[in-house]
C-alpha cells in the first residue's frame, strides 16, 4: 500500500455515459498526477496538479476529459460522453512539495471497460 | 522528452541475478536516471535512481555507464514476485515520469 487511494478499483459503464474517478493522494504531497494506461503499454501522462491549480495537460486530454483537485486535496478525473477507446486503467501519482529527485507514489488505478 | 531503449522482454531463473540494460545515448547533464517497476494488475512503483555514480538499495542495484549513455539495472537474486515490467526513465529533478514500453520480466521457477 502506497497511501495513494483510487477508487473505484473497477468500473464498466456503456458507452456514452459519464464517468468519475476519485484520487487521495498522500496528505502531506502537494503534487498529482494522472496517467492512462492500456494494454501493453507504459503509463501516458494526462494531466498534473500543484494544489488546486492544474498546471499541465496533455493533448491526450480530449475536451470530454476533465480533472479537478478542489482545495489541494483529493482530485477527480471525468469523462463525459464515453467511448470505447477510454477503456483502460487510470492511474494516480503523488509526490510531496518540490524537492531533488523524489519519487512518486502511484495508486492501484481505477480500470474502465466501456461496452 | 530524452528517450531510453530497452528490450521488450527478459526471462530469467529464479534466485539468479538478472541484469536489466537500458540505452539512453541523448542524456543531457541535468537528467537522471529512474527505474521504476510495475507488477500484474498494480500501479507502478519507484525502484531507484542515480545520476552517475554506481546506487544501490534494498531492492535492487543500479550500475551506470562512465559515458552516462547506459545503465544496467541488477535484481541480484530474482524472485516470483520481481515479474513485472521495468521502466527506465529519464528525467530532471522536477520533471514528470514519462514511462516507455519498459521491459517485461519473466521468471522461471
Known amino acids: 500500500d502506497t497511501g495513494v487511494s483510487q477508487n473505484p478499483r473497477h468500473k464498466i459503464t456503456k458507452r456514452g455515459q459519464n464517468v468519475t474517478f476519485r484520487c487521495d493522494p498522500i496528505?502531506?504531497?502537494?503534487?498529482l498526477y494522472w496517467y492512462r494506461q492500456t494494454l501493453g503499454q507504459g503509463p501516458e501522462f494526462l494531466t498534473y496538479?500543484?494544489?488546486?491549480?492544474?498546471?499541465?495537460k496533455s493533448r491526450l486530454l480530449s475536451d470530454r476529459f476533465s480533472a479537478e483537485r478542489p482545495k489541494g486535496s483529493f482530485s477527480t478525473l471525468e469523462i463525459q460522453r464515453t467511448e470505447q477507446g477510454d477503456s483502460a486503467m487510470y492511474l494516480c501519482?503523488?509526490?510531496?512539495?518540490?524537492?531533488?529527485?523524489?519519487?512518486?507514489?502511484f495508486g492501484q488505478g481505477t480500470r474502465l471497460t466501456v461496452v | 522528452d530524452a528517450k531510453t531503449t530497452q528490450p521488450n522482454s527478459m526471462e530469467s531463473n529464479e534466485e539468479e541475478p538478472v541484469h536489466l540494460p537500458c540505452n539512453h545515448s541523448?542524456?543531457?547533464?541535468?537528467?537522471?536516471i529512474h527505474w521504476y517497476r510495475q507488477l500484474p494488475s498494480q500501479g507502478p512503483e519507484y525502484v531507484i535512481h542515480?545520476?552517475?555514480s554506481n546506487v544501490n538499495n534494498r531492492m535492487a542495484s543500479l550500475a551506470i555507464a562512465e559515458d552516462r549513455k547506459s545503465s544496467t539495472l541488477i535484481l541480484h537474486r530474482a524472485t516470483l514476485r520481481d515479474a513485472a515490467v521495468y521502466y527506465c526513465?529519464?528525467?530532471?529533478?522536477?520533471?514528470?515520469?514519462?514511462f516507455g514500453p519498459g521491459t517485461s520480466l519473466s521468471v522461471i521457477p
Open positions: 526513465i529519464l528525467k530532471t529533478s522536477y520533471d514528470k515520469v514519462i
Open positions: 542515480g545520476l552517475t
Open positions: 501519482a503523488s509526490l510531496p512539495k518540490a524537492r531533488l529527485n523524489t519519487e512518486a507514489f
Open positions: 541523448t542524456i543531457s547533464g541535468t537528467d537522471y
Open positions: 496538479f500543484q494544489n488546486e491549480a492544474q498546471l499541465e
Open positions: 496528505s502531506e504531497h502537494n503534487r
